[in-house]
């Protein structure tokens, strides 16, 4: 059993940053790929960004070049770095850990994930 816990959400105006921290427990492996999805209302969950047992990372391109996700094994925390926020990455940020150890390419679709957290609020205002 895995627990995912995140923080670090809030409001910001656009152009500011964010950074989310997912805090793991359970199993607690650096061989599975770690995720951050989220979800704006009236909208379907959406991949963010993925990073992998080999350092390898993975972003959805609409927030590539702003958003950085990273791991430090050692405190089972798994981080988001957001820059240059626009009101349309208002949504609720959740993280997720793979159901496999080692896979290859990156998971980018939520089914491929079996662990959630409850989910962090981000609200850019304009």
């Known amino acids: 059993q895995v627990q995912l816990v995140e923080s670090g959400g809030g409001l910001v105006q656009a152009g500011g940053s964010l950074r989310l921290s997912c805090a793991a427990s359970g199993r607690t492996s650096s061989s599975y790929a770690m995720g951050w999805f989220r979800q704006a209302p009236g909208k379907e969950r959406e991949f963010v960004a993925a990073?992998?047992?080999?350092?390898?990372?993975i972003y959805a391109d609409s927030v590539k070049g702003r958003f950085t996700i990273s791991r430090d094994d050692a405190k089972n925390t798994v981080y988001l770095q957001m820059h240059s926020l626009k009101p349309e990455d208002t949504a609720v940020y959740s993280c997720?850990?793979?159901?496999?150890?080692?896979?290859?390419?990156?998971?980018?679709?939520?089914?491929?994930?079996?662990?959630w957290g409850q989910g962090t609020q981000v609200t850019v205002s304009s």
């Open positions: 997720a850990a793979d159901k496999f150890p080692r896979r290859l390419p990156l998971p980018t679709t939520a089914n491929e994930y079996d662990y």
């Open positions: 990073c992998g047992w080999t350092s390898s990372t």
